[in-house]
């Protein structure tokens, strides 16, 4: 998916022997940045109306920091193809357009944050989607000292959201993409999910982006924003 090794210390420790001084000095340096401690980690949410690109640039971002996207939608989707026990049983209510039970939900992504891979920091695309689940997540982070670095908030009108739906519906044809359930997925993120924008706003932390404009329009934004905090990849 990408020329970036997913470990790409490991890589470097091949041929050590033969680096020049001037390598090696650029190996400290970059041993450094990885050992980058805890409060500099990049920890992101990516948040936004169905249809704001919010998968493919939460995707986009953390490849480029080398950190996983953690989607909690593709994990269940994942669950329903695969016919697991846990898919059979939300199935209906993804279908449906409704949200998961914040349990359940949290349960997944407690146990995926858990895996040793979100060390370097995490970005996560569809949690939390409620003020409950934003409790949770802070729950989970506080005692582990973990604390967000930055919520980048997607910024598209209604009537964008729902024509790229609509296209969205026609090339993927996910069975949560039908009108209905659309609409009734865009009335709880307008009800539940920005409301978590405003206690991440009081927090200092969300960077509003406008996401009309090319796929690469849209992550440069987001790398600028986040450069402003002293976040860079
Ligand atoms: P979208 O943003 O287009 O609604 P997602 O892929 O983020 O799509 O989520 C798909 C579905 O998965 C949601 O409609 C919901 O049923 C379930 N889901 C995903 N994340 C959560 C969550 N944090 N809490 C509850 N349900 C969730």
Do not use: W
């Amino acid at each position: 998916m990408s020329d970036t090794p997913q470990h790409p210390h490991h890589d470097r420790h091949e041929g050590h022997e033969a680096f020049g001084e001037a390598e090696q000095a650029r190996e400290g340096v970059k041993h450094a940045e990885r050992e980058l401690p805890a409060a500099q980690q990049p920890r992101l949410i990516i948040v936004g109306p169905q249809g704001s690109g919010k998968g493919t640039q939460g995707a986009r971002i953390a490849e480029l920091f080398g950190i996983p996207a953690i989607s909690t939608g593709d994990v269940f989707r994942a669950h329903v193809r695969d016919q697991t026990e846990l898919g059979a049983q939300v199935k209906s209510v993804i279908d449906a357009g409704d949200l998961v039970s914040d349990d359940l939900t949290f349960a997944l992504l407690r146990d995926r944050l858990s895996q040793g891979d979100t060390g370097s920091g995490f970005l996560l695309d569809g949690f939390p989607r409620n003020i409950a689940q934003l409790g949770l997540l802070d729950g989970f982070l506080a005692p582990r000292d973990e604390a967000l670095t930055a919520v980048i908030e997607l910024d598209v009108p209604r009537e964008v959201s729902i024509s790229r739906l609509a296209e969205r519906a026609r090339v993927e044809g996910r069975a949560d993409d039908t009108d209905e359930a659309i609409a009734k997925r865009l009335d709880i993120y307008e009800r539940e999910t920005a409301p978590i924008l405003e206690v991440y706003r009081d927090h200092g932390l969300v960077d509003q982006i406008d996401g009309v404009g090319s796929l690469e329009a849209v992550t440069d934004r987001i790398i600028r924003a986040l450069a402003e905090r002293g976040i860079s990849a």
